[in-house]
T-cell receptor, first 112, second 111 residues
């Protein structure tokens, strides 16, 4: 069974803290994505990666960075968390060209 | 740059009824997909329809695509309480490099 695993389902952090959200897929997919989901706004793309060490900015990259050192792992980093980054974060992967996204269960981050 | 807009925002029906959700988008696409999300969980892929297709079926799901109107609809027939979820359309304009999701339709199926 295909699987995308996000490291934490729930996190609570303080303003200014550094936050790491990790995502691992076991499907050997080339493409990986980080979205954030907020009520009424749907999913918004933060960053995506189509290969190891490659990254592309999505629609809302400000305040975030990513790392893809291995094909199966795509990390989202909040260098200095702020309250407006409180959100649900969703990781997804896709085999190149197929068009079907496989999502993790999500990480709900609260920044106090 | 939000592409997909689902309509209605929320829909409440009785078990056994059909549920129809619509999606409109703004620019040309390669394909359009529908996803389902149970409360607090990740999204699950339901169906993909390519820009040269007009209709597609999968079990109780029927999707149509009208590229001239830039719109799609998702029909769930004979709905069940377990179909209660949010449904999202996602457009792909750049061969998988960047999907754009709408805000979703929240479907409630009452037993």
């Amino acid at each position: 069974d295909v699987k995308v695993t996000q490291s934490s389902r729930y996190l609570v952090k303080r303003t200014g803290e550094k936050v790491f959200l990790e995502c691992v897929q076991d499907m050997d997919h080339e493409n990986m994505f980080w979205y954030r989901q907020d009520p009424g706004l749907g999913l918004r793309l933060i960053y995506f990666s189509y290969d190891v060490k490659m990254k592309e900015k999505g629609d809302i990259p400000e305040g975030y960075s990513v790392s893809r050192e291995k094909k199966e792992r795509f990390s989202l980093i909040l260098e200095s968390a702020s309250t407006n980054q409180t959100s649900m974060y969703l990781c997804a992967s896709m085999r190149g060209g197929t068009g079907e996204l496989f999502f993790g269960e999500g990480s709900r981050l609260t920044v106090l | 740059s939000q592409q997909g807009e689902e309509d209605p925002q929320a829909l409440s029906i009785q078990e056994g009824e059909n549920a129809t959700m619509n999606c409109s988008y703004k620019t040309s696409i390669n394909n359009l997909q529908w996803y389902r999300q149970n409360s607090g969980r990740g999204l699950v892929h339901l169906i993909l329809i390519r820009s040269n297709e007009r209709e597609k079926h999968s079990g109780r799901l029927r999707v149509t695509l009208d590229t001239s109107k830039k719109s799609s609809s998702l029909l769930i027939t004979a709905s069940r309480a377990a179909d209660t979820a949010s449904y999202f359309c996602a457009t792909d304009a750049n061969y998988g490099q960047n999907f754009v999701f709408g805000p979703g339709t929240r479907l409630s199926v009452l037993p």
